[in-house]
């Protein structure tokens, strides 16, 4: 089934945006008993820019203890997802493995996060995936690997985050379109068209938003993007989804180099919805990189 990962992916997102490895501030103190998320604001003394920081302790950690930590933070713009660790971590370079599970669903492959220039903190991939993921699945389980040492598991309940999203896209454009559920085209709006629109494109949204993320996690080295909805369908299958009943998925080659995708569903005539990766031209004037939007022609 798919995941309304952005999210997400409403959802905005979906580039594989790099996340620059930096030595980040030990998260301040968040509240005792682990409730739920400390958000704390400021603003950047160089660009006048709200800054947001949103801390959430995990379930098991020991008594008294600020470490590990999860963080989203929004400093002069920039999106970051932060995990804050005990000490440091195993890795390569500047990357360390993390393991994710989303509610009950299987544990999902080790992948690679940056690390920050003390190894002490890793920083995930795509935080706008990210956060539309854990406003549709917040219990989440973060597996790191301190080094020389055995795994450990962080275990979170993210529930109240959508309580700070308004501050957070107000902090971080990124984030606009942020929902966890449908978000471009309202489910008023869609009513006005048809009573059963606004679920026809969350199942495009949702599809869209799979095979962006098998082409980012698993064909990310490999130029050659397929418009066979047979190839699409195994690579769907990679990540263990399956395509919505009725819905059409197009991914067009741009030049061999990227990719734009958009979706039809058979029970919505003249609806198409698409994600714009941030590379190739948008199909929709002013659409942002990460940003789904639905339309009917």
């Not at 003390?118 to 690997?145: G, H, M, V």
């Not at 449908?182 to 869209?208: C, I, K, N, T, W």
């Not at 418009?227 to 197009?250: E, H, Q, W």
């Not at 741009?254 to 979706?263: E, H, I, L, N, P």
Request: charged residues 20%; neutral net charge.
């Amino acid at each position: 089934m798919l995941k309304p990962a952005c999210t997400s992916l409403g959802l905005c997102l979906l580039a594989s945006l790099s996340v620059r490895a930096q030595r980040p501030a030990r998260p301040a103190a968040a509240p005792a008993g682990g409730a739920g998320w400390d958000v704390q604001t400021s603003r950047s003394e160089m660009t006048d820019q709200p800054e947001i920081t949103a801390i959430l302790l995990p379930l098991n950690r020991a008594p008294r203890q600020q470490l590990p930590a999860l963080a989203i933070r929004c400093i002069e713009g920039e999106l970051a997802i932060v995990v804050y660790t005990e000490g440091p971590l195993e890795g390569e370079d500047e990357a360390t493995p993390i393991r994710m599970r989303w509610g009950t669903e299987p544990p999902e492959a080790a992948e690679s996060w940056s690390r920050s220039t003390n190894y002490t903190a890793a920083f995930a991939p795509s935080p706008e995936i990210f956060i539309l993921e854990l406003l549709n699945f917040p219990d989440l389980k973060i597996e790191y690997r301190p080094e020389g040492e055995p795994p450990r598991v962080a275990s979170f309940n993210a529930r109240g985050l959508a309580r700070h999203m308004p501050k957070l896209r107000s902090a971080c454009p990124s984030l606009k379109d942020a929902e966890g559920t449908p978000g471009p085209v309202s489910p008023a709006r869609a009513s006005s068209d048809s009573p059963a629109v606004s679920q026809y494109l969350e199942a495009m949204h949702l599809d869209l938003v799979g095979l962006v993320l098998a082409e980012e996690k698993v064909y990310a080295d490999d130029a050659r993007y397929t418009r066979s909805m047979p190839a699409i369908d195994a690579k769907l299958a990679v990540m263990g989804l399956s395509r919505s009943p009725g819905v059409t998925l197009i991914i067009e080659d741009v030049k061999g180099r990227t990719y734009r995708v958009r979706a039809t569903h058979r029970s919505a005539p003249g609806w198409t919805c698409s994600i714009y990766m941030g590379r190739a031209q948008p199909y929709r004037p002013n659409q942002q990189p990460g940003e789904w939007q639905c339309w009917k022609q």
